[in-house]
């Protein structure tokens, strides 16, 4: 086990899987010589050269499109986003084709690439730069998506988003960057699709991922010392969805909390309380309740943005209220 | 031609080595004077924004130091009810054409002094009342915006024309070549405006395309273009002005690369010693803009050093006032964060505004 942090973490899951695979390689604004705006990617470039580390124009439809070129014919892109919102100008190469080649060839073509970067709030960065993207993205098929909280998580995910051979796209966080976290000296890949419950309870389910999952365990930390004992399930990857973990953990406390940042409309959350009302309904004892950032483009302003944002003190309020229903 | 008589290789220049001018191009004294004044105003303006986000007091600047004569330029060969949308480094376009000084410095507290209301980050300004459209975080979308303006312009039949400004690197988005291409088709009365200052963050121009020059680009989509010395205020002001001219006069776009240079860092969150050499810093500040407008005046005999240093305390003055003026405006209050999101608040964000109005405001969202 060694402590190191999160951008490390997934630092080294990438130099791994490009040691032991030639057609691996690495692209994206300010990844080399920069080293990586967030220093995700600092000593790469003198580790594996301009070949296999390339700084591109300031063009994501461009390189998320020759991205997508290269891994039909054999090789593994891992494409970084410098955040998940100019992804919005690739979305068309990522909808419209990295998901769609596979089941349009007749499962002639695979386009086994990796689209990674930082996702959802920064801190005071506006609207534009604050988007929680994997909504959007995980609405779709053929694409898979991951969101992982922890230093752990994020270097067994993405070792496993690497050598999938669909497209698989990583949420991280600048927020999470410098968090630090054990990780064990022989991290492998994790399996995609599954949940973990980071904090065991009977009250009541808070379903989280990536930064949410530590507002989420805040909030539970809380509310344990009023005596309610919150379950907290970190969901990893969003698609597929460990309907499984999720339901199993609401059968037992009969209530449950989604915490997601990103709109309240539709998404993740909306998602996860559909397979809980069908899954859990007669374990129910509360309506699904979710916490997500307020239905508003996100403000510049900090007190603004916090006040949008979900906090602690928001997801306490509506653990209260689903622990409390017919109690009062 | 030769490489020197080519408007997309060569640079056209009006200010010369010994301070004096190209006697072929005339900018009148009231609009040199006043230019100066506006270069002046920035570089302080700029100073003072970095100085107050390294104290913690703004959240994010992005400065144009060092290429003040491109938008100061710009902004005085406009008409009035043109229309601007700049990039990272031309908000001070708004400042030339009226916009109070007050305000714009609001707009980077963003609170509510700001006519945005806290809503976009600093450097993203627009007002309504000097027709400057804010720029989107996403490099690219405003080039577009200005070509599309440009057109709604000549089907309304207004004399207006719009200007669009971008980086050198942003000529590597598709948005750069779709609008030069429905420029080049449409013959829209815009004028395209790329300041290289030769850095993209860490990418030089040369690692964001392998052309010549970025003005030679505009010869394939028919959209005359030109490469001007971005660091002399008379060269910019002079080709801006027939630029708009040919576009009042129906002849349509031209595109205008400004050859100047970063001399700060990328944004506030950028550290530029990690990729450029101080050698290279220092052979642009000997061509910095200001100093060569000055030494100009001077030789024109408008300036002298006791005027200039009467005017640099005056300016001093007035920004540091308008700073405190500014600063003083309280956050916008919570309620307002669902206004405008539509044209009329809808039965949802009033349910929501209402569940906001209800929880009092943790530690963390102030009042
Ligand atoms: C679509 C998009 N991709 C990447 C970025 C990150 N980014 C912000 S500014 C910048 C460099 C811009 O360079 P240039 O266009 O030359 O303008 P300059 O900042 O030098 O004035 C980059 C890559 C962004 N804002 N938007």
């Known amino acids: ?50 070949e296999r580390v390339l700084d591109t124009p300031i063009a994501e439809a461009g390189f998320a499109g020759i991205g997508v070129g290269a891994a039909m ?4 892109p891992i494409v970084e986003f410098m955040t998940w919102n100019f992804s919005a100008i690739a979305f068309d190469q990522i909808l419209n084709n990295a998901a769609k080649i596979r089941q349009m060839s007749g499962g002639q073509f695979s386009c086994p690439i990796v689209f990674r970067g930082p996702n959802a709030s920064a801190r005071q960065v506006g609207s534009q730069h604050s988007h929680a993207m994997e909504h959007f993205y995980a609405t779709v098929p053929g694409l898979k998506v991951v969101a992982p909280a922890f ?28 968090v630090k976290g054990q990780v064990p000296d022989d991290q492998d890949a994790i399996e995609l699709g599954k949940a973990n419950v980071v904090r065991p309870g009977k009250d009541v389910t808070l379903v989280a991922y990536s930064r949410m999952t530590h507002v989420a365990l805040d909030a539970a930390n809380a509310l344990a010392k009023e005596g309610i004992e919150a379950e907290v399930v970190d969901l990893r990857s969003l698609r597929p969805l460990d309907e499984e973990t999720i339901v199993k953990s609401v059968w037992k406390t009969h209530r449950c909390v989604i915490v997601h940042e990103g709109f309240p409309y539709g998404g993740v959350g909306a998602e996860v309380a559909d397979r809980v009302q069908r899954l859990a309904f007669d374990s129910l004892d509360a309506p699904v309740l979710r916490v997500a950032t307020l239905d508003v483009p996100m403000p510049y302003n900090a007190k603004l943005e916090q006040a949008c944002m979900p906090q602690a003190d928001r997801v306490i309020a509506a653990a209260k209220r689903v622990v409390s229903r017919g109690k009062a | ?32 004077l006043r230019a100066y004044r506006e270069m002046r105003r920035l570089r302080i303006l700029d100073a003072k924004m970095i100085l107050l986000q390294r104290q913690g007091r703004v959240g994010f600047y992005g400065a144009c130091t060092g290429q003040e004569a491109v938008p100061i330029g710009t902004a005085l060969a406009l008409e009035a009810d043109d229309w ?60 577009m915006q200005a070509v599309g303006t440009a057109w709604a312009m000549k089907l309304q039949k207004k004399s207006s024309i719009a200007v669009g400004f971008m980086g050198d690197g942003a000529t590597s988005q598709g948005d750069f070549h779709s609008a030069m291409n429905f420029a080049g088709v449409f013959k829209t009365p815009c004028v395209l405006i790329c300041q290289n200052n030769h850095w993209s963050i860490s990418v030089p121009t040369a690692k964001q395309t392998a052309s010549a020059t970025i003005a030679i680009k505009g010869l394939a989509y028919a959209v005359p273009s030109c490469r001007v010395d971005g660091n002399d205020l008379l060269a910019v002001y002079a080709a801006v002005k027939e630029a708009a001219d040919d576009a009042r006069a129906g002849k349509g776009t031209t595109f205008i690369e400004c050859l100047t240079y970063r001399i700060g860092a990328h944004s506030t969150s950028d550290d530029p010693s990690r990729y450029r050499t101080d050698e290279e810093v220092e052979s642009w500040k000997r061509k910095d803009p200001v100093d060569r407008l000055r030494n100009h005046l001077v030789h024109r005999g408008l300036l002298d050093d006791a005027k200039d240093a009467a005017l640099e305390a005056e300016l001093t003055d007035e920004v540091n006032e308008a700073v405190k003026v500014a600063e003083a405006f309280p956050a916008p209050s919570r309620e307002s964060l669902f206004d405008d999101v539509y044209q009329e608040l809808p039965w949802f964000l009033q349910e929501q505004k209402e569940e906001l109005r209800r929880a009092p405001p943790a530690p963390s969202h102030g009042g």
């Open chain 2, 1 to 32: 031609m030769s490489v020197e008589n080519s408007r997309e290789l060569g640079l056209f220049r009006v200010l010369r080595d010994d301070h004096s001018q190209d006697p072929a191009v005339s900018v009148p004294d009231a609009v040199v």
């Open chain 1, 73 to 76: 014919v054999g090789l593994r």
């Open chain 2, 84 to 143: 601007v949308y700049p990039a990272l480094r031309e908000q001070s376009v708004m400042l030339v054409r009226g916009f109070p000084l007050t305000q714009f410095i609001a707009q980077v507290f963003g609170n509510s002094g700001d006519v945005q209301k806290g809503r976009q980050m600093p450097s993203h300004h627009s007002g309504r009342s000097v027709n400057q459209v804010s720029w989107s975080s996403n490099i690219g979308p405003q080039i």
């Open chain 1, 151 to 178: 230093p752990a998580d994020a270097k067994g995910l993405m070792k496993a988003a690497i050598r999938d051979n669909n497209p698989v796209l990583v949420m991280e966080s600048e927020t999470l960057y410098s």
């Open chain 1, 1 to 50: 086990m060694r402590e190191i942090r999160y951008r490390e973490a997934l630092r080294e899951a990438m130099i791994e899987e490009m040691e032991k695979d030639a057609s691996v390689f690495l692209m994206g604004e300010e990844v080399g010589h920069y080293q990586g705006a967030y220093k995700v990617t600092e000593g790469m470039l003198e580790k594996f050269g301009p």
